[in-house]
């Protein structure tokens, strides 16, 4: 039986499994199995094709499986935008020379607006779109991932749903989308709530820090950086991946005594935790090895034997959370840290590799829904605490997160700002949306091995000033200087008139707006070229235009329009707008 021809938003849309039913319910395509077959699912399982006519220099984004990916440029040369797309050498989540995969929704820049194909769930199946050309004619096609499964150990035979959206603006289009993935994924409570605000240890002393490090940090925020309500304990303070609940000897007094310390100055305090790997020379390691994702063959799965091995004490070793007694472990450590400890935030890192495909105790599980049930277990735990996820599989966390990194790492440098930059605004409309966007920690300070030149810091500034979303400081706080002290309550003015990310009428991520309050405008403007940039500001009527930074009025008498010329290289500028 042929499945009927649907239309998405006037898009053509093709169903191309016999094996499948479809329906289109609330401009969504869902799709069930119904095949009598036992054959494995693979993980370029073709389920719908959208003829399109496409410009061939449309601009494109397209989301990747982990935090680290996303793909832009053109439709005739994508470009990778960060360091590890998922299918480097690295990550191989999907082979170098195959065609590049778009996970989660492809976004289309036209000359007529913006058309937007795009997964609105991830319940067990990565959903990902390619772009392929045949005589002369483009078709964007959808694949399912289904990781090899054989549909009768499947503990349904729900697949995930998809939609296409075509709209005049970026803003309206991403509005729409929003919309029908909160549909399939309810948002938590915390997506709502004020964007924490605060301290985060990393960035500071990386997995050097000690108990004396937080000390010296927690008096300046009792004194001079008061306004920095939250404390976040980042990695180093455990004796190993994996035994979350014993301290390191460099915190001879105990976690729980450190963050009781913190709040006793007023601030909350918040925790780093990789939930999902051990490294061998833990004790969960060593007393439960049953407790682990295994290759076909029955032996121990290493994170480096099929991906990224991940960036300290490796090897990495993976949870199996379909097991029940690994998912009580999980609640029984996060409630104990929420419960004894006064946890109020939980930073949850390396969440990608819970995800990871191999073999399970529950047979026909998937990567994602065994990841799923993980942060569950951790979500039972935690009761009214937020989460926060960290190199997360982006959509199979969709529900399961107050915030979400979207970025890479911070480093003090020119090169890692401009990342940071490309991939906070290319994520940033989902902020408040599906979750609070995580833009990284803000650093404003040089250590002695890492370090920017002023103009540079001045961009990272804006950037998080557009992004809105977390704000925490990564750096050591006693060593602030005059230009980072300035930087912060300029910052933490803007958090208090609004919550809410700029946006961006182009994928060109160039210039973007927000309102502040009834009386003013914030405008964003980027250069990320080798050549000076000239852009012109305007407004709804004669106005008054200032530098955001230093209040300096930059004309002479009210005027609608201001010319501005931004330098060569990474450069930009804030301007406030009276309206």
Aim: aromatic content about 10%; charged content about 20%.
């Amino acid at each position: 039986m042929m499945n009927p021809l649907f239309f998405l938003c006037g898009q053509e849309t093709i169903p191309v499994q016999t094996d499948l039913v479809y329906e289109l319910q609330d401009d969504q395509v869902t799709m069930c199995f119904a095949g009598i077959h036992n054959l494995p699912i693979n993980d370029h399982y073709l389920v719908l094709q959208f003829p399109t006519q496409l410009e061939h220099n449309a601009k494109i984004l397209g989301d990747g499986f982990q935090m680290l990916s996303q793909t832009g440029g053109q439709v005739s040369s994508p470009q990778d935008i960060g360091r590890c797309p998922d299918n480097n050498a690295s990550y191989r989540l999907y082979s170098e020379k195959a065609k590049k995969r778009f996970y989660n929704y492809l976004v289309i820049e036209q000359s007529d607006g913006f058309t937007l194909f795009g997964f609105t769930s991830c319940y067990r199946f990565a959903g990902y779109f390619e772009i392929h050309q045949h005589q002369g004619e483009m078709n964007v096609m959808a694949f399912l991932d289904g990781e090899h499964t054989h549909p009768q150990d499947w503990a349904s035979n729900e697949m995930e749903a998809v939609t296409v959206i075509q709209a005049d603006s970026l803003d309206e289009m991403y509005e729409l989308y929003a919309a029908k993935v909160q549909q399939q994924h309810p948002i938590r409570a915390g997506v709502k709530q004020n964007a924490p605000v605060g301290w985060c240890s990393w960035y500071a002393y990386y997995a050097d820090v000690t108990e004396q490090n937080v000390l010296d940090n927690l008096e300046v925020m009792s004194d001079e950086q008061a306004e920095l309500e939250w404390v976040l304990l980042d990695d180093g303070y455990q004796a190993f991946m994996g035994d979350w609940l014993t301290p390191s000897n460099k915190f001879p007094n105990g976690i729980e005594s450190l963050l009781a310390a913190i709040k006793s100055k007023g601030k909350k305090p918040a925790i780093w935790i990789a939930p999902f790997i051990a490294q061998p020379e833990s004790e969960i390691f060593k007393n439960h090895p049953d407790w682990f994702v295994r290759h076909e063959n029955g032996e121990l799965l290493k994170a480096e034997d099929i991906t990224y091995g991940g960036w300290r004490c490796t090897p990495w070793y993976i949870l199996d959370t379909s097991k029940q007694a690994v998912q009580i472990h999980l609640t029984e450590v996060i409630r104990t840290m929420r419960e004894e400890w006064g946890v109020e935030l939980f930073k949850l890192d390396a969440n990608y590799w819970g995800s990871l495909k191999g073999a399970r105790v529950q047979s026909g599980i998937t990567g994602i829904e065994a990841y799923r049930l993980g942060m569950q277990a951790i979500i039972n735990g935690a009761g009214e605490a937020l989460i926060l996820g960290c190199n997360a599989p982006m959509w199979p966390s969709l529900g399961l997160v107050d915030a979400m990194r979207v970025s890479d790492d911070v480093e003090r440098k020119a090169e890692r700002f401009e990342q940071i930059a490309k991939e906070t605004f290319y994520r940033s409309w989902q902020h408040r949306k599906l979750w609070q966007i995580d833009p990284d920690c803000i650093t404003l300070v040089s250590l002695p091995n890492q370090g920017a030149e002023r103009k540079d810091y001045e961009f990272h500034r804006n950037v998080i000033l557009a992004a809105g979303g977390l704000a925490l400081s990564g750096d050591p706080l006693p060593e602030l200087n005059n230009f980072a002290k300035k930087t912060w309550k300029n910052l933490l003015s803007r958090h208090r008139l609004t919550q809410d990310s700029a946006q961006f009428k182009s994928l060109s991520n160039r210039h973007c707006t927000l309102r502040l309050n009834h009386q003013h405008e914030l405008h964003c403007v980027f250069n990320y070229d080798d050549e000076p940039m000239e852009h012109t500001l305007v407004a709804d009527q004669p106005s008054i235009w200032r530098d955001f930074w230093t209040g300096e009025q930059l004309n002479d008498e009210p005027a609608q329009m201001l010319l501005l010329t931004l330098e060569s290289g990474l450069s930009s500028r804030a301007i406030l707008v009276s309206i």
